[in-house]
T-cell receptor, first 111, second 116 residues
Framework: GIQVEQSPPDLILQEGANSTLRCNFS?????LQWFHQNPWGQLINLFYIPSGTKQNGRLSATTVATERYSLLYISSSQTTDSGVYFC?????????????FGEGTQLTVNP | NAGVTQTPKFQVLKTGQSMTLQCAQDMNHNSMYWYRQDPGMGLRLIYY???????DKGEVPNGYNVSRLNKREFSLRLESAAPSQTSVYFCASSYRWRGLTTDTQYFGPGTRLTVL
């Protein structure tokens, strides 16, 4: 099956710093999504981004589907950004579409 | 809108017991999904339902059954729980058009299940 690799696995920042999270995938995909899992376990949608660039406040994401990677940028990080960031890719097969998750990047933002 | 709701939030079972996890969405989505998340790992797909009346196996279907009761509801059943099924279970929904997910998946709050 498709492989999804995220890097780095862990990241510790001081409040106010910027960061870039990377997601590589092994096969062509129909779409890619970024999620944030907060410390209480809730999964929050960040971006649905099969290609191109999107921005939402301090967060932005870029997917280059032809080169099989996506980047999530966090600027001016805040302690509330802490948690795990997941990349998930949607691979269409004859039986339908299914989402495969990477193992995540654990982000800790210290005050 | 409540989004995606799951019941129960927590459950403790003994090995061999059965239970059903309930999921409902009010976003008029046609596709629904069940995932499990083990400590330190990403989510893995157990079963999904592309549309009302259809269900398909995901990556880790063994030991589970599902029912798409109607467009809103998708349940996950453990017939004979095992300690290896201790996990956090998430339900999700999305809208698909012509077989492709056209928008992000929305997740419920999760059910934390412990099997002793």
């Amino acid at each position: 099956g498709i492989q999804v690799e995220q890097s780095p696995p862990d990241l510790i920042l001081q409040e106010g710093a910027n960061s870039t999270l990377r997601c590589n995938f092994s096969d062509s995909v129909n779409n890619l999504q970024w999620f944030h899992q907060n410390p209480w376990g809730q999964l929050i949608n960040l971006f649905y981004i099969p290609s191109g660039t999107k921005q939402n406040g301090r967060l932005s994401a870029t997917t280059v589907a032809t080169e099989r990677y996506s980047l999530l940028y966090i600027s001016s990080s805040q302690t509330t950004d802490s948690g795990v960031y997941f990349c998930a890719v949607d691979l269409w097969e004859t039986s339908g579409s299914r989402l495969t998750f990477g193992e995540g990047t654990q982000l800790t933002v210290n005050p | 809108n409540a989004g995606v709701t799951q019941t129960p939030k927590f459950q403790v079972l003994k090995t061999g017991q059965s239970m059903t996890l309930q999921c409902a969405q009010d976003m008029n989505h046609n596709s629904m999904y069940w995932y499990r998340q083990d400590p330190g790992m990403g989510l893995r797909l157990i079963y999904y339902s592309a549309s009302e009346g259809t269900t398909d196996k995901g990556e880790v279907p063994n030991g589970y059954n599902v029912s798409r009761l109607n467009k809103r509801e998708f349940s996950l059943r453990l017939e004979s729980a095992a300690p290896s099924q201790t996990s956090v279970y998430f339900c999700a929904s999305s809208y698909r058009w012509r077989g492709l997910t056209t928008d992000t998946q929305y997740f419920g709050p999760g059910t934390r299940l412990t099997v002793l």
